[in-house]
């Protein structure tokens, strides 16, 4: 196989290296699937109006985010259980990460333990947090990621109960024994969270995570931590607003990848009235769900977006050649993203705006 | 065959295990199908705009229809000949049924009669009415169904012809001689409706059922009975509002599955008309057509419908496993809207207005 | 092969019965075929909107047309060469026309005199014009039309050229030597028109019929006729007023079945526009197109149409079954219209308006 | 293989006549090739509105672009490497434009000298301008273009980068051996240009060509030439303002064929926005991209073009047959706009207007 010179062939080479029931935990959405397909759809929707004849000679993707420089805006996203796609798991990301100089949200659901994965980056780090029953395992988690280092929380929201995804349900998939909860290692109730078997997807009633959480919990995370809060799963201008006044830093335009609800507004769809709601506000805006090209990246920074997120891609990197493949991962979009800058006459985010968009079609 | 997860899989496995010709009947939509095949597509014009942090630690589905609580809006079309797909036919339908705590519309081409039906039911019945041309033999048919315990009537008024269904042509199918018209055992001209053969499609003109019904006929059918009136095949703003001048307690807006007329609107996209229409209306709506997912459900609730109802679905449930089957879909999308209703923060149907839908497709 | 129950089973049946360069020059339009295609999709962007509690145990069909009452609206549109699907050519087409009680409009480049096809004729007869360089041979053809009984004239302006059509371009299409152009036997020069060979597409600048018309000629063909003139290929709603201005009695709008230009607006598309123009004129509005169920026919109905003209699938029925095939094809059709219009309550032509019809799609 | 008879004849038969990587250097557009598609879709989402009745006994394409005379609007767009379709490069090219009465615009990226080629070439030519980074070079460049006679210059503006076409990545093309950069003779550094090997896509910190041209830049062109100047690649109506602000004689509506920027707004969607803007101005709008049917070419003039230009299909046609294909793909298109302007009662380029098109779908 021949070194991927774009992410569909990262994800066509990472479905041929993965396990059946990993590659379908790793691919799918719930149920019809619709969402998923869907967010990839909707740039196809949305067209570069790009200038020309502006020195483009120096491109810049330098960015401030939370008050914090990074040469990109091109960032890695939680997801869960990195030990199915390598045996370092997280910590081997964090180091493709680092080596790609972007940044990594590593995931409540590691398989590496925060304290190991910071040990191992050398990257600027977030921590998402899943907010456990007990809110004390929850406490102590925050202070461990603010001890090791971690420069945010991001809360994510959309995940009340799991969504039902019926590739993992067909092909039985189940976190393999030989991975553990690592940040859990002293909560024996967690490590049987979503090992195979009947109860594959967690009873609603029975989850380790809390279905209460409420914009009342923001209040409890900002007083047990000083971390910045971003929020992720943000899908409707009400939200946004909340966020915001909640006291959020950032928000995170998500719908998790197609993986919880089925049906659901695209991340892009979603976009343009989160940005109208937080025009006036100090709230910074992310976006995730479906970003494979530069251009793509580009025409949500170009609809309000500060920040694009990865999923799937870099799992994919990882599967396909551990830190290296995930640092390939990220500068191919890096790169893919100034180059698109460059095409469009924008040679610095600064100069983005929404005039580079408009909707696709015969427009008289 | 492993035990279907979702209705799609119900309608594969039942498609093996059913007949040619009763494949072609339970499945065919009339002439080009492109109602048929609407229907579902446009559920996937309709996007979910999900909010969080609300305590979905409990979602109720619970609902009042006509006055009576029900644990779900989830509910049974009305559908002919159930003895195609099981020996016990729609007795064993109602035990379903009531494993899943839902209600039955039993139609007026039950193949049990409508009393054998009550007597296996521990469920609340609706009772669908064809009006037979001898208005006599209907009023009797009415006076059984209060006698056994009906609770309301349901007048389906799409069907002044029947449908051209192509595919029962192609295959020639045809109720078969072991099957009656329970309900009209009393009635010996009715014994051949719809047996196989030359005329396998009744001549309008000789149909037994009368294509001359008003809206006049309304005031007939209510001096007749004193059970609540609920009129199936609502499809525009303009016949809501003559249901509600008419004194129905509710409508269906329904195209009859794409069975009658093929080139109609959907039923979603007529929702919202009928829903302006009956604003200020006590009149309840519901809705079939095409709903096979729980989202599905949660978008027509969220566009004016009270409640859900499955036609086919139900029948591919109780060919594959009989009473069983019949719960099982049923459950299946029972809790499919609770989890969709969870992960968007609506924990009741109170909770849920139009703000929770919006068209797909970029809006900027 | 068992006897088609529809138009599409009859074009199927057809096109295994014909030779090779017959399907092409019968299936085909111009170049990409775009307006091919297109003129049946308009068909499925378009919604019936049905009503109920109409009392339609009668449906009529009947219609008036240029003064003369006929039993349904479903007509026969010109096409060339008859002959080519059946040995009787258009005497034949006339004999099922007549079977169907429906209207004939012979083309002149029938197969057979137009003579001879009014003395098979039981059914009124339209007679359509090309009109010849030398008017005077038209002229000729006029009063013959006139003496023979014809009851219009109906003048084609979408051929100034011919279009260029690919299929038959490739498969090398003629007429064959055995087909004569019948209308013209005094004109030996006709008698070579689109016979195969490197000149199959006739040079326009040696066509043999006028590419000079103007809205004056109108004024000439009223000078020679006083037959009611019918002008066929309006596709705007600025030729509709002129025409109406020009003294038509009525108007087809036709693209010519996607033949002649490539990319032009469907009929669907453009009856709207003309059919306000024509709102407050005595002028006559009719369509063809793409129209191949009783359903299509319904929606031009609601949209303006006062009848509907089938072309092709006459052929087909030529093809696969002579006059009884011709007699079936049509008799499918209004009995679709009669069924879909009972199914929609509107029992009669007069009660069909644009009520009954909206765009698809969600509208919310 | 037979003579092809239209544009997409002429691509399949180069495609199979051609090497590998030259087709996929032909035939690919940048990254997911979005754009490359969706040039061609527009064109089907614009219809034409046929006007008849009008005299086309007589039709003309003829037309005046930057003060001289030309018998049809369809010229030929610039393009690079002829060699790698035919011996004799873009002095073949020529001969075939000459012989099809079109212009030719030479690329600087020619094969052949821009001197060789004025001497085979009987025809009107502009020459095409890729600025180099010493911009002695380009002055020499121009000099040379104005003293051979070419009549314009044609600055291309989209290629301040090299698009990502991986395509060509993926079956390494590279410009072979035996091809020089034949303007370049005089610049030995140019002559490694996109030789094949890991440097295939040239790193745009090193590429030859000036990433850092301006606006202001079109005033250092002004004082170098008194040629009249063409800007290529202009999207958005900012541009074409300030086009016109510059002194540029014509504007090129233009994504070049999808190969630059993928997602961008296809050429059709962006011609109206230009036309408005430009149209109090002197300054002449021509398009490309996706242009394969006269009808096309007609659609893109009644949105405001004055000319077409074809860039893939001469190529195509030099591969097949030499100048005799360049000749007949010019011609083809030349008769099949002259033939849709015939069928649309458009007898000259000036009758030509907005009033010709709509977009597709039903208004009302
Ligand atoms: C395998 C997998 C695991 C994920 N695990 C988490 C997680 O633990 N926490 C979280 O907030 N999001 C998680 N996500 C969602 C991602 O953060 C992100 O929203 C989504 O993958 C973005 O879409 P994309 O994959 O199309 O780029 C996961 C996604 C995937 C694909
Ligand atoms: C096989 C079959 C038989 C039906 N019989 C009846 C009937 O007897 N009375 C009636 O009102 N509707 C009847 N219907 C229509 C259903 O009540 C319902 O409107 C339709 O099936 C809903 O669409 P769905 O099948 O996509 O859920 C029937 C539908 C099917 C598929
Ligand atoms: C094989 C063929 C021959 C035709 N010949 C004529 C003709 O001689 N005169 C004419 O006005 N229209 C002619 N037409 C056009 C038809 O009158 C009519 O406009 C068209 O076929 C309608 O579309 P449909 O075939 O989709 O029903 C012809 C069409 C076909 C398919
Ligand atoms: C193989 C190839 C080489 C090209 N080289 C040049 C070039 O040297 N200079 C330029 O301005 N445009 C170049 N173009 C772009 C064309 O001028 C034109 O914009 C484009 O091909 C139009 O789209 P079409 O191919 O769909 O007709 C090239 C295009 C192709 C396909």
């Not at 969402?35 to 120096?58: I, M, Y």
């Not at 659901?109 to 780090?125: G, I, K, M, N, Y």
């Not at 943000?234 to 006044?245: F, G, K, M, P």
Request: aromatic content about 6%; some cysteine; glycine content about 8%.
């Amino acid at each position: 196989m021949s070194k991927p010179i774009n992410l569909h062939e990262y994800e066509q080479q990472a479905m041929t290296l993965l396990e059946g029931p990993t590659c379908d935990y790793y691919a799918g959405g719930c149920e019809d699937e619709v969402t998923l397909r869907a967010n990839l759809q909707s740039f196809e929707q949305v067209r570069l109006r790009p200038r020309f004849l502006v020195d483009v000679r120096e491109v810049s993707t330098a960015t401030i985010l939370l008050g914090k420089p990074l040469d990109s805006p091109i960032l890695v996203a939680p997801s869960a259980y990195h030990g199915l796609a390598h045996a370092e798991g997280e910590c081997e990301t964090a180091r493709g990460v680092a080596q790609a100089g972007s940044l990594f949200t590593v995931s409540t659901l590691a398989t590496r333990s925060l304290e190991e994965v910071a040990a191992a980056a050398e990257c600027p780090l977030w921590f998402q947090l899943y907010v456990y029953r007990d809110r004390s395992v929850s406490e102590r988690l925050i202070a461990r990621a603010e001890a090791a280092g971690y420069q945010a929380l991001m809360l994510t929201i959309d995940r009340p109960w799991l969504g039902r995804r019926e590739r993992e349900l067909r092909s039985g998939f189940g976190v393999p024994s030989h991975l553990s909860m690592a940040n859990f290692r002293d909560v024996p109730a967690a490590q049987n969270y979503r090992r195979a078997g009947p109860n594959a997807l967690p009873d609603p009633k029975a989850d380790m995570f809390d279905a209460g959480l409420t914009w009342e919990s923001i209040a409890w995370l900002r007083s047990v931590t000083s971390l910045p809060i971003i929020i992720k799963g943000i899908l409707t201008a009400e939200d946004a607003v909340l966020a915001a006044q909640a006291g959020a830093a950032a928000v995170v335009v998500s719908n998790h990848g197609g993986r919880q609800i089925d049906g659901t507004v695209t991340t892009l769809e979603a976009l343009p009235e989160v940005a109208t709601a937080l025009a006036d506000s100090a709230c910074e805006i992310y976006i995730d769900g479906g970003i494979r090209r530069g251009s793509d990246a580009l025409k949500a920074l170009a609809l309000g977006a500060q920040a694009i997120m990865l999923g799937r891609p870099v799992l994919w990197g990882l599967a396909v050649a551990g830190s290296a493949g995930v640092a390939d991962v990220l500068t191919i979009m890096q790169r893919e993203l100034q180059r698109s800058m460059a095409l469009c006459g924008r040679p610095n985010l600064a100069s983005i705006d929404r005039s580079l968009v408009r909707p696709s079609g015969m427009l008289f």
